[in-house]
């Protein structure tokens, strides 16, 4: 019996011996590895975690349920201390439901301390009319990423795209809402203050905070109803007009 | 001494590494998506072409892949509703088109496989379709003459394996390509290769967003949204409006109600070439599709926004839906369909 369970651990032992290395698991959240600016973003609603499928967030007549957020960021330029501008590449494109996406890689800056950041909500007009097949398959503007996001030989890119359901007076029948705002007209701006950026070879995370609220009622109220619950922001939409002015109250820098 | 292969075994045959294979990129088109641990080689492709064809794969030897994958029709089913398979039993979906699958991902009209080479596997042990079994094909591979070498010259070595098996096998189906319609030639020199007025106004109409009755803006028919952009798909799962009360579709995958009633959006490249049309082939043809987003949509609570806002329907004329249908027939492509890597080699 003995001899038997000494030839078992021997086996095990030769078995084990023979097997292929396994490989380990993949960091879920790998740290990036490049010197930079990275931007990292929080999706908010009114100051609190922007959370998905129920329809709890409050707007002017209804509560809402937020099933996708889409959005670019481009254009970005880093203030100088002497007041000039230091461009980087990057674009962004950020899915709030998607925490891989929550931080993009900017660039790299020239040494010194940046007091701003200013950037557009949306595509550039150059790259909104180039075609999409150009861009390698993982870039943010790339087909293969960009294909929800873009509308082919027609106006370029979404520059955000806001879905999810409201709901009615028959909480029953919730309605849905779908607002795709582009355009190269419907481009908003953006200048933020306060930074405290190094440029050099160390790592640096900006970290910005996008509250869906706004988009609803800052400057201007929209009420969602059966007869605006959409847009596709064709020439001549009032609803793309009123969300594009409330477009620039959304993006802030955290503290 | 124990890890050492049997001195009585003759040395396994070698083989030199397999050929990469040159992917020939054509304008507008992505670049492929490449799968890092199944890169195409010329070997890998031969091989899955090879398998694709053979009526092996079946319990009883009288189908293969192609028998429900026809190149001629794009690899539809030869205009079946379902397909049958080897005991006569009759499928629920219908057979999907083959062609630029290396930009798709998730498989299936209802995505529930995430790659090729799961999705190959599965009809092969389906009852209603081929019905064996992976173990007994992997021994009917092993017997035959041909296959130890083509593996060996796919994969440096003559083991057989189902996981070989379906990586050759997506190998192959993420080479076909179709790029060669009127409508690409169209693309790429407009002033060679125009469209008719007919296909030009159905292309305008294609790629125009629904315009409301009483807008002063041009009518569209808002197709690119979901088949927009230049492989006519947006590849994404949506809820066209098939049925008041729809079938499970991509629920099935990520359990979520908000996904009910949504199936895979087809490209629509060579949408003339594949009838009948949806994930249960109901209309026998395109003339039929267009009326149903013309003027048969049914509400659910899941139907996708765009069809939602067009209310009543499109409201296209007798006109539209012809000049639709002309730009629809540019998408044609003869070359993909009469390609000889695709063909069957044992003909």
Wanted: contains cysteine.
């Amino acid at each position: 019996m003995k001899k038997m369970y000494a030839l078992f651990i021997l086996l095990l032992v030769v078995l084990s011996a023979c097997k292929e290395k396994s490989t380990p698991a993949p960091d879920p959240d790998p740290q990036p590895v490049r010197n930079g600016v990275y931007l990292r973003m929080e999706h908010l609603f009114q100051g609190s975690p922007l959370s998905y499928g129920s329809v709890a967030w409050p707007t002017i007549n209804n509560n809402i349920g937020v099933n996708n957020l889409t959005y670019y960021l481009s254009g970005f330029e880093f203030q100088k201390q002497d007041g000039s501008w230091e461009k980087v590449g990057a674009y962004a494109m950020f899915t709030a439901h998607e925490k891989s996406t929550d931080t993009v890689y900017l660039g790299t800056l020239p040494n010194g301390t940046y007091q701003a950041v200013r950037f557009f909500l949306g595509v550039d007009s150059v790259a909104n009319h180039a075609d999409p097949a150009l861009w390698p398959n993982d870039h943010p503007l790339g087909l293969m990423r960009a294909a929800p996001m873009h509308w082919s030989w027609n106006a370029g890119y979404i520059f955000m795209k806001l879905e999810g359901r409201y709901r009615t007076a028959n909480p029953l029948l919730d309605g849905f809402f779908s607002f795709h705002i582009g355009r190269d007209d419907l481009i908003t701006s953006y200048q933020l203050n306060g930074l405290q950026v190094e440029g050099g070879a160390n790592k640096q995370y900006l970290k910005m905070k996008f509250d869906v609220a706004p988009f609803f009622n800052t400057p201007h109220a929209h009420v969602l109803s059966d007869t605006s619950f959409f847009t596709h922001s064709a020439f001549g939409d009032p609803i793309a007009n009123i969300l594009h002015g409330n477009m620039g109250n959304l993006i802030s820098i955290q503290p | 001494m124990a890890c050492k292969p049997d001195s009585n075994n003759p040395p396994a045959k070698t083989y030199p590494p397999p050929t990469p294979y040159q992917w020939v990129q054509k304008p507008f088109f992505p670049p492929p998506v490449i799968r890092s641990d199944n890169a195409l080689t010329v070997e890998g492709i031969e091989l899955g072409r090879h398998l694709f064809y053979d009526t092996q794969l079946s319990g009883d030897g009288t189908q293969s892949c192609a028998s429900c994958h026809n190149q001629a029709l794009a690899f539809t089913d030869n205009g079946r509703r379902f397909s049958t398979g080897i005991t006569g039993a009759i499928g629920t979906k219908n057979s999907m088109a083959l062609f630029n699958l290396t930009w798709s991902s998730r498989f299936f009209w209802d995505g529930r496989v995430a790659t090729l080479r799961q999705q190959v596997l599965l009809p092969i042990e389906d009852p209603i379709e081929m019905h064996d079994n992976l173990p007994n094909v992997v021994n009917k591979l092993k017997n035959s003459a041909l296959y130890p070498d083509m593996f060996g010259k796919a994969f440096g070595d003559e083991e057989i394996n189902a996981e070989r098996m379906a990586k050759a096998l997506e190998q192959f189906i993420l080479s076909i390509t179709s790029t060669d319609s009127k409508f690409d030639r169209y693309r790429i020199n407009p002033v060679l290769n125009p469209l008719t007025a007919s296909e030009q106004r159905g292309f305008d109409l294609f790629m125009r967003e629904f315009s409301p009755a009483g807008s002063n803006r041009p009518k569209g028919a808002d197709c690119f949204h979901c088949h927009g952009t230049h492989l006519f798909t947006v590849n994404n799962f949506t809820n066209n409006g098939l049925d008041a009360n729809p079938a499970t579709g991509f629920q099935i995958v990520t359990g979520n109600p908000l996904d009910r009633g949504k199936f895979k959006t087809p490209s629509l490249r060579n949408v003339a070439l594949t009838a009948p049309y949806m994930h249960d082939g109901r209309f026998s043809t395109l003339e039929e599709v267009i009326d149903h987003y013309n003027s048969g949509l049914q509400a659910s609570p899941t139907i996708d926004i765009n069809l939602k806002s067009t209310g009543v329907g499109l409201g296209l004329t007798a006109q539209d839906k012809a000049d639709l249908l002309a730009f629809l027939h540019t998408l044609s492509d003869t070359v993909y369909t009469n390609n000889p890597a695709y063909a069957n080699p044992f003909r």
